[in-house]
């Protein structure tokens, strides 16, 4: 199963970017990198996706470094809202759907 | 447009009964995907389909079948239900069968409580 390594806990202040690592150390070449996030007892909201390039939508950010093995997802100006839990994961190929979530990175946000 | 609907939202079984899970995909999505999530842990993949068959399995024993329907729904039945077995219940949906570009949609869940 593709792993991936996050810090378990962030902070964040209210306005300021939230920057999230995330190391995928044994990512393929055919996988891509995504993002989701989950609020208490909600179901996981997508965030972003990316396969080498960087990305940006209406949410978020996504840096994937040159190697592909680290990934940072940023938050241009975080709010209260944005607390959460947030997963990284990779995923392609021959997985057929199967997204490996791991720990996560509990992220707060504090005014 | 509605997103991925599952229900019942929340139910309560007694050990040893069997539980039926139903999930309606997002318009024009072929794939379905199960997950279950117990309490303070992050989602674990059970079962894929695409196109009414079986595209991918977790490590979960037999107890835990589930199938497609013409119109892309998919229900996913547990059987001699364990207590371990309460948790959420996620599926997910996706244009496709692979991940690769791909993205997934995740509905609110069905919280299982076995008593």
């Known amino acids: 199963d593709a792993k991936t390594t996050q810090p378990p806990s962030m902070d964040c202040a209210e306005g300021r970017a939230a920057n999230l690592p995330c190391n995928h150390s044994t990512i393929s070449g055919n996988e891509y990198v995504y993002w989701y996030r989950q609020i208490h007892s909600q179901g996981p909201q997508y965030i972003i996706h990316?396969?080498?390039n960087n990305e940006t939508n209406e949410m978020a950010s996504l840096i994937i470094t040159e190697d592909r093995k680290s990934s940072t997802l940023i938050l241009p100006h975080a709010t209260l809202r944005d607390t959460a839990v947030y997963y990284c994961?990779?995923?392609?190929?021959?997985?057929?759907?199967?997204?490996?979530f791991g720990q996560g990175t509990i992220l707060t946000v504090h005014p | 447009d509605a997103g991925v609907t599952q229900s019942p939202t929340h139910l309560i079984k007694t050990r040893g009964q069997q539980v039926t899970l139903r999930c309606s995909p997002i318009s024009g999505h072929k794939s379905v995907s199960w997950y279950q999530q117990v309490l303070g842990q992050g989602p674990q993949f059970i079962f894929q389909?695409?196109?009414?068959?079986?595209?991918g399995r977790g490590n979960f024993p037999d107890r835990f079948s589930a199938r497609q329907f013409p119109n892309y729904s998919s229900e996913l039945n547990v059987n001699a239900l364990l207590l371990g077995d309460s948790a959420l219940y996620l599926c997910?949906?996706?244009?496709?069968?692979?991940?690769?570009?791909?993205?997934?949609?995740f509905g609110e869940g069905s919280w299982l409580t076995v008593v």
């Open positions: 990316g396969l080498k």
């Open positions: 997910a949906s996706s244009s496709g069968t692979g991940v690769t570009g791909n993205t997934i949609y």
């Open positions: 389909y695409y196109e009414k068959e079986e595209r």
């Open positions: 994961m990779n995923a392609g190929g021959t997985s057929y759907g199967k997204l490996t």
